[in-house]
């Protein structure tokens, strides 16, 4: 799979669940992920997620337009997955096994994180 294919994919498949954390936190969350979110606190810290995550959306995609960002977007989807991953994997052995949500979301962020890994071992 192209470098640029890899980072399209990763930005488009993000633009969800990133809306889904910060446009409207107090009813998606607790849909999506079965607790809830009270106050101001809990929800500015949803929106801040969905920040972090656009703006990585924004530059995979500078990423895979522009050919002199491509290594440094590559280099970011792959810590930006391996890190979401890595938190993952070690609240399964301290916590015990969470809803088929964030299962997915953990085999998605492998899954990138692999791609991403091969891309830059593919790119210049």
Known sequence: MSARLVLLLAA???VPI????GVAPTKSVP?????????TNQSHVFRAIMGLYLANV????????RQSLRRAALWSLFLFMAG????RVLSLLLDGLPNFVLLFYL???L?????????LRNTN
């Open 12 to 14: 488009f498949g993000l």
């Open 18 to 21: 990133a809306l889904s954390y």
């Open 31 to 39: 849909y999506l992920l079965d607790f809830p979110v009270e106050g």
């Open 58 to 65: 924004l530059f995979w995609i500078a990423g895979a337009l």
């Open 84 to 87: 979401l991953a890595a938190g």
């Open 107 to 109: 085999a998605a962020e």
């Open 111 to 119: 899954l990138f994180a692999a791609l991403a890994f091969q891309a």
